[in-house]
């Protein structure tokens, strides 16, 4: 008895070593598949699942097939901590990409550097989660890029003089205003309204019939798509033709299909440019259609993104987390990515041109790029 | 103006949060039960109604009333299926059944409809009324008038019918009623019936009104029906709407200042907080 049982152990333990000799290169993912962030986590899956398709599909990594591991992290950080350390030991992946959150994305990172495992996050934008350590890496466009974006463009480009400014109360929301702010003011122009709002809030009315009081010309709203498509379509209700400037939480075609006819002539500060004609956007965009069943997102093609990031350095220097890292912070011209192209990665962050996007017709479209190295490189770098 | 309008956007809100609530304080009332699944059910009705429109029939009214036909079947299905057998427990039971019957239709309507939001193609077919002082959308004078006329209907079947005097006399002593000849297991049925139906009702017209069906629609519900009911002091209508109200107005007053970032969902159990303080049998309890 003891002996068959030892005998199956050992039969057991060969597979396995001959597994991680032979096998697949594993890259691991944490997606919040249940729970509120589920629409996100979902767009995040397949968008790495497509990234992951092609580069089997043209051959793998140096000829070894790319294998996802991934697991649902509700958004929460306990699950997300535990997530990481299965991936890292049981699964034995060569890099993580956080397809979630910022919080749970914070709790994993730890564990990963910790581990000496590098990690990309996706679209996660606290400022912590790169600060962790010299493995964490985040393709997702920061919030001081964003909002000083956002501000130039308010001032400068929409000529706006008196500016409301609604927060959505998360790290997202408030560092993203903070920054806008800042540049706005010290554009000349003058804020007439400023108020923050928790994550979640669905009913704007009070709020904005108090910001039409205020009679501004231009309003900064930050929010995830469902907000910002309550957020728009109240103000038009309510009678507000303002410009409504909003960043890349608005960007989903969910948004507009929320906010219909509401949505038109809102314009957002985001890194996807869905009119691009590079070829690996309009592959992207057709490819995520046909397997969610609903347009691209940001979220997914940031999932994509950071799966081609990490490819990139697995191909050219192996599995080795030092290598792995030097690779990432070595890119120059990256321009096979969707929210691309990547001129560099600086300070462990993707530099890339700021897109502006407007709704017309009821679809995102071109409005206006920044490539001004002022304005895309985060301050202090 | 800016107050009357303000005023308008405080009745609607307070209006369905009344709608929610008063559901559960009728099983509240009845059964003394904490039924947190409920919430379920008003995401439930938003979710048939929506599948109505998509697939059946574009009318609204006739997705309200399937919706309202379902949930109703619905609710009794959970006090028959599952309630009924809990009762004569620690009231512990019930409520963490209730909890996870909640969880469980949360995660099947991501499994059946998709974790995204959807947006609700309806028209409630109403005029915009614009007057010198508020603007009343159509969205906003079906859920007053809708909210109001279920609420006579509700009160009449309270205090004018059979049904009525039987769910009064279960919900002061349920084993004395059942002794007198009311048939109980009926009555509860029927109350489960109308309750869930009105909030399921109330998915229906927040759906409408935000545009928005999704499958955590019900989390906030669940927890701020029960500040609702508390303060309405536990089991009874008429404090509950009438809370629900109070509550929409001073979520609206508070959420219209510049310097007030305290969030709205918190505001309520801060009120919850002060009452149960000052006054544990709720603003309108009777008890």
Known sequence: MWCKLGLALLVILALGTFGIAEGNIKIGLFVPLTGFAAADGHSALVGAQIAVDLINA?????????????????????????????????????????????????????????????????????????????????VGMGAPVEGIAGGHLAVEKLGAHRIAILS????????????????????????????????????????????????PDLIWATAYYAGAANIVSQARELGITATILGQEGYDSPKFIELAGEAAEGVIIVTDLNRDSERPVVQQFLAEFQARAGIPADMVGASAFDAVKVAAYALAQVGTDPEDIAAAINGIRHMDDVVTGPFYAFLGREAIRPVEVQIVQGGAFHFFHTYTDPTIIIPPGL | MAVLQQLIFALVLGATYGLIAVGLTMVYGILKILH??????????????LSVLQHLTPNFWGALAIAMLTTGLAGVLIYRGVYYYTLRRSR???????????????????????????????????????????????KQLLILILTAAFLIALYLILNRTKV???????????????????????AVALNFFLGSALAGAAGVLMA?????????????????????????GFGSVRGCILAGLLLGVVETFLGS????????????????????????KGLFGRL
């Open chain 2, 164 to 186: 009525g005097l039987a769910w009064q006399a279960c919900s002061q002593d349920l084993e004395m009623a059942g002794a007198m000849g009311v048939n109980v297991d009926w």
């Open chain 1, 168 to 215: 959505m109360d998360n790290d997202f929301g408030v560092s993203l205003s903070e920054y806008f702010k800042q540049t706005v003011l010290g554009l000349g122009a003058e804020i007439v309204f400023e108020k923050r709002y928790s994550l979640g809030e669905s009913e704007f009315r009070e709020v904005l019939s108090s910001i039409r009081g205020a009679n």
């Open chain 2, 36 to 49: 947190v699944a409920h919430a379920g059910i008003y995401a439930l009705g938003a979710y048939i109604a």
């Open chain 2, 208 to 232: 409408l009104y935000r545009n928005m069906v999704y499958p955590t629609m019900g989390h906030v519900v669940a927890y701020k029906a029960f500040v609702v009911v508390v303060l309405g």
């Open chain 2, 257 to 280: 200042l510049e310097w007030f970032e305290f969030p709205r969902d918190a505001i309520a159990f801060l009120v919850l907080i002060l009452v149960l303080m000052f006054r544990p």
């Open chain 2, 92 to 138: 512990i039971v019930p409520l963490i059944v209730s909890i996870g019957i909640f969880t469980a239709m949360n995660e099947l309507f991501r499994l059946v409809a998709g974790p995204y939001q959807h947006s609700f193609p309806a028209k409630p077919g109403l005029p915009t009324l614009i007057t010198p002082y508020f603007v009343i959308t159509s």
């Open chain 1, 58 to 138: 043209a051959g793998g990594i140096n000829g070894r097939m790319v294998e996802l591991v991934y697991y649902d992290d509700a958004a929460r950080a306990d699950q997300a901590s535990a997530i990481a350390r299965k991936l890292i030991e049981q699964d034995q992946v060569v890099i993580g990409i956080s397809g979630s959150y910022s919080t749970p994305t914070r709790a994993a990172a730890a564990i990963f550097q910790q581990a000496g495992v590098p990690m990309i996050s996706a679209y996660a934008i606290h400022p912590s989660i790169i600060e962790t350590g010299h493995l964490i890496f985040r």
